[in-house]
């Protein structure tokens, strides 16, 4: 039982250190690190002519 | 020396440079060569301190698109990497902008397409210095020896993009589960849809990597104006080496995943609909038009033990891009420290975790390992990321992007 606990640990211990370490690195020292989106290039929403919830997929072919 | 001649009575401070072709705008008062200023978008003369519109210059509308479809300019190559750098004027090219290397002898003048549109730099050689400094300061994790760096040169160049205007639509049918655990259930969802893209840009240079131009991104062009050589007056130019035909497909498949992303968010938001996944698609996309344009970007070089790191800032809306560095010894100490300091806690407490459900109960440690999982994938996406950018920040990477022309 200890094992499998001290196992889980350093386990754990590793992905704690390595994320914290990790997202303040990439925080502090990757700059501008996104691209455009959808509004940078379009004026206007996406228009749906047609928008159906919970359908059933065998009608939909094409 | 330059030595040159007066071109025509009605541009009587436009000259034509010795080879005859090249031209450059020079200051009424004093002589010299006049640069665009980004500040008061008006040509400085940098010697006496006036500054003229392109209207007192009798330069206006020159070289609008509409006249001329090319134009002349200077066409200086590095030995080093092959790049090419255009120079409109009479700026004289030292190094190369891209590897850094002071191998540039001047190649030849070249008749190139003449952009339909430019976006002037408003942003000083100065603000772009000073945009990364506090971005360099703000770091946690920045060395002191970065954050104390002195620029080694600092470059203005307009970069080639092709922009696309495009019509795009699509019907999609799309999965997606409510719910969660064993209450979550599986849902179809159809969409039918359409929009319309404008001025999407898309890099048309090799020199600089597509993923460095796209963290450039985005440039407002609602600020486009239609193309004057005067602009380029005290800055590089890349000329575009990638055709627009070569992009198309490019530009479809980028406008085909700024739409999907729509799709996927009108989904989600129909009902908390989560693991959307697009099983159906029909995309069709109409370009209707492609044009030329520069768009402004600096590129800031300092050094870090000796490795030259080459940091973007985009000309127009100040922002930074790139990747600094970072010492490995004290990052290697922080990870020591939580290591050390979460490994023992989280050892004692999984201990009575374990004990309290019995050794025949593995469903909490399945449960942590899960969670774990989950860390290990978000560092591992930093990480790379990291990694990435300091790639891309490189000069040496530059290079041999250049080197892959």
């Known amino acids: ?62 | 020396m330059w030595e040159g001649k007066i071109l025509d009575n009605s541009v009587p401070h436009m000259k034509y440079d010795a080879s005859g072709q090249g031209v450059t705008l020079h200051c009424p008062g004093c002589g010299a060569a006049l640069v665009f200023d980004p500040v008061s978008g008006k040509m400085l003369c940098e010697s006496c301190g006036n500054m003229y519109s392109a209207g007192e210059l009798g330069f206006e509308n020159r070289f609008t698109a509409d006249e001329e479809d090319t134009m002349e300019c200077n066409v200086y190559k590095c030995r080093s990497c092959g790049a090419e750098l255009n120079v409109s004027d009479n700026t004289c090219s030292t190094f190369c902008a891209y590897c850094g290397q002071p191998t540039v002898v001047f190649d030849r003048v070249a008749t190139m397409k003449k952009p339909q549109f430019i976006i002037p730099f408003s942003i000083t050689k100065e603000q772009a210095v000073s945009l990364l400094r506090s971005k360099v300061n703000a770091g946690k994790c920045v060395p002191k020896e970065v954050k104390e760096f002195s620029i080694d040169r600092v470059v203005g160049i307009y970069v080639p993009f092709w922009l696309f205007d495009m019509d795009y639509s699509d019907k999609q049918l799309l999965s997606g589960e409510v719910g969660s655990g064993k209450y979550a259930h599986k849902y179809y969802y159809y969409r039918e849809g359409s929009t319309h893209f404008s001025n999407m840009t898309l890099d048309a240079s090799r020199q600089l990597n597509d993923e460095s131009s796209k963290r450039l991104e985005p440039y407002m062009t609602g600020a486009l104006l239609p193309f004057k050589a005067d602009y380029l007056s005290g800055f590089y130019s890349d000329r575009y080496d990638v055709e627009n035909y070569e992009l198309q497909r490019a530009a479809v498949r980028r406008a085909g995943e700024l739409f999907n992303k729509e799709v996927e968010t009108d989904v989600a938001k129909s009902g908390n609909v989560h693991n959307i996944v697009r099983l159906k698609g029909n995309p069709r996309a109409n370009i209707n038009d492609i044009k030329y344009a520069l768009l402004p970007a600096w590129f800031l070089t300092f050094r870090y033990k000796d490795v030259p790191y080459t940091m973007l800032v985009n000309g127009q809306t100040g922002k930074v891009v790139g990747g600094l560095p970072y010492d490995k010894t004290s990052q290697a100490i922080k990870f020591s420290m939580i290591f050390a300091l979460v490994t023992p806690l989280a050892s004692i407490i999984y201990y009575y975790i374990l004990n309290y459900f019995g050794f025949d109960e593995i469903r909490p440690a399945f449960l942590i390992l899960g969670l774990t999982a989950a860390l290990w994938c978000k560092a591992f996406k930093n990480m790379r990321d990291i990694k990435t950018s300091n790639k891309l920040s490189s000069a040496k990477e530059i290079a041999s992007y250049s080197k892959n022309r």
């Open chain 1, 1 to 62: 039982m200890i094992a499998i606990a001290i196992i889980l640990g350093i386990n754990t211990g590793i992905s704690v250190a390595l994320y914290f370490v990790s997202s303040a690195l990439k925080k502090s020292n990757d700059l501008g690190n996104t691209e455009a989106k959808y509004h940078d290039f379009a004026d206007s929403f996406v228009r749906f002519d047609v928008r159906k919830d919970k359908v059933n997929r065998n009608l939909y072919r094409f």
